[in-house]
């Protein structure tokens, strides 16, 4: 509701240093979830070399293990 279009120069902009090759990420493996599959999540998280937590949950950890998310942002933005 609140996010507004992108710039019309937005495709003709060069960027000289991408934040996700120099700024530490985090990823939520959701160990059971049907719409990503976890084994592409774990490739996703290793490829862009994140630090990794595993959720047994299903798409949507932050509704069935908030405190755990939670957690994470914590850490996340304590070390960036």
């Not at 493996?29 to 999540?41: E, T, W």
């Not at 490739?43 to 957690?71: C, N, W, Y």
């Amino acid at each position: 509701a609140t996010q507004t279009p992108p710039s019309t120069s937005l495709p003709n902009e060069k960027i000289e240093k991408p934040a996700w090759k120099y700024k530490p990420s985090w990823y939520m493996i959701a160990n059971n979830d049907r719409a990503v599959p976890p084994n592409l999540q774990r490739d996703l998280s290793k490829r862009m070399g994140a630090t990794t937590v595993v959720l047994e949950s299903s798409h949507f950890p932050i509704i069935s293990h908030a405190k755990e998310v939670v957690d994470v942002i914590k850490e996340a933005a304590a070390n960036r």
